[in-house]
């Protein structure tokens, strides 16, 4: 599962557009899969996929989804939680009435938003998916965990209180590591995966990549495969900014408001 360093153009290899790194992608992954038909998936995925509103994957899925221990740097708008969510439901055993994947994300904004994908491309397996996050009942969370037995848990400190199981969470995602540990949550980290199965299969997701990102992935992730994209690619084509040159500061709020 690894290899030298190799460089691909994110637009050579068919990202649709709007969902690419403006750049170079390096990894030491070769493995491209250019259509979501040709990965092999379950149909009633395909299905949530298609529902969804993809029709293609982006650069960066399009290497990330097939590998099982993947270190990902991936920006807003390139399909990030698609990437980790459709190898979580692949993986999923719908009929084992057990929590299965464990996902972590900095914001209880995020966990929402991660579960309201996982849900959507899940749609037509039925899978279940619980958020948990700070500011809720502890006691009615262990009661959901317990009485709707969730397949895939999101944004959890739970399982450091003994409310969920961790013997059967087979995939454990980290997104947005680089907040993560910028807000201090490493020790979590560490505590958590110790916890977990050592032939669990890791997913780390990463805006960007800093000493401290790589450093904490050698403490649980072996020989992972690495998709990131050169330092200064890291802008966005989907994203188009404009200006107008406004003559005096005054000018400033009405300017914007006839915009």
């Not at 170079?24 to 092999?40: A, H, L, P, T, Y």
């Not at 399009?62 to 993947?70: G, K």
């Not at 939680?81 to 009435?97: C, G, V």
Request: hydrophobic share 40%; aromatic share 8%.
């Amino acid at each position: 599962m690894s290899g030298g360093s190799v460089d691909y153009n994110s637009r050579e290899h068919g990202g649709p557009e709007g969902m690419d790194p403006d750049g170079v992608i390096e990894s030491n992954w070769n493995k491209i899969v250019d259509n979501f038909d040709d990965m092999n998936l379950k149909e009633s995925l395909l299905q949530g996929i298609y529902a969804y509103g993809f029709e293609k994957p982006s650069a960066i899925q399009q290497r990330a989804i097939i590998p099982c221990i993947v270190i990902a740097q991936a920006q807003s708008s390139t399909g990030k939680t698609a990437i980790f969510a459709i190898s979580i439901l692949q993986q999923l055993e719908i009929e084992f009435k057990e929590t299965q994947a464990l996902v972590l994300a900095p914001t209880r904004e995020l966990a929402q938003q991660i579960q309201k994908v996982i849900l959507a491309l899940g749609d037509y397996m039925g899978a279940t998916c619980h958020a948990c996050f700070g500011g809720t009942n502890v006691r009615n969370e262990m009661q959901k965990l317990q009485a709707e037995a969730p397949r895939i848990v999101v944004g959890t400190g739970m399982l450091n209180r003994r409310y969920l199981s961790p013997k059967w969470i087979k995939m454990f995602v980290l997104d947005e590591a680089d907040e993560m540990l910028s807000r201090g949550f490493k020790d979590q980290i560490y505590e958590i995966f110790q916890k977990l199965n050592t032939s669990i299969q890791v997913v780390l997701l990463s805006a960007t990549m800093p000493t401290r990102v790589l450093e904490v992935t050698k403490k649980f992730m072996r020989d992972p495969i690495q998709i990131l994209v050169k330092k200064e690619e890291l802008t966005l084509e989907g994203i188009k900014q404009f200006y107008i040159n406004v003559e005096r500061e005054e000018w400033k709020l009405d300017t914007l408001c006839d915009l």
